[in-house]
């Protein structure tokens, strides 16, 4: 089992920038692909972004390419997400993810075996 727990989210302006943190323990060595989520009142869980473990491809939706960054220490356990000019439209709970399997094949395609329990993220206009 991999237990995961976000942190770093809150309140900020259209512009601003949060940098969430998603801690990682247990059985982290079984993981190849972690990543971030969020699903917004009303709307689908959507993938935000995705790195294969150590330092591998990344993967982006293209709402936030450009704007938003994945990156992991792997001596720490803990992946980030580094959220820059941000919108009203990336209010969204944030969902840390992770998956035995590839990015590729699964995490990134909506195959996920670990789930943290979210962090808020408002952006006000």
């Known amino acids: 089992q991999v237990q995961l727990v976000e942190s770093g989210g809150g309140s900020v302006q259209t512009g601003g920038s949060l940098r969430l943190s998603c801690t990682a323990s247990?059985?982290?060595?079984?993981?190849?692909?972690m990543g971030w989520f969020r699903q917004s009142p009303g709307k689908d869980r959507e993938g935000v972004a995705a790195?294969?473990?150590?330092?591998?491809?990344?993967y982006y939706s293209d709402s936030v390419k450009g704007r938003f960054t994945i990156s992991q220490d792997n001596a720490k356990g803990t992946l980030y997400l580094e959220m820059n000019s941000l919108k009203p439209e990336d209010t969204a709970m944030y969902y840390c993810a992770a998956d035995v399997a590839p990015c590729e094949i699964g995490l990134w395609r909506g195959y996920v075996n670990y789930w943290g329990q979210g962090t808020q993220v408002t952006v006000s206009s």
């Open positions: 790195i294969n473990s150590g330092g591998g491809s990344t």
């Open positions: 247990g059985s982290t060595y079984s993981t190849s692909c």
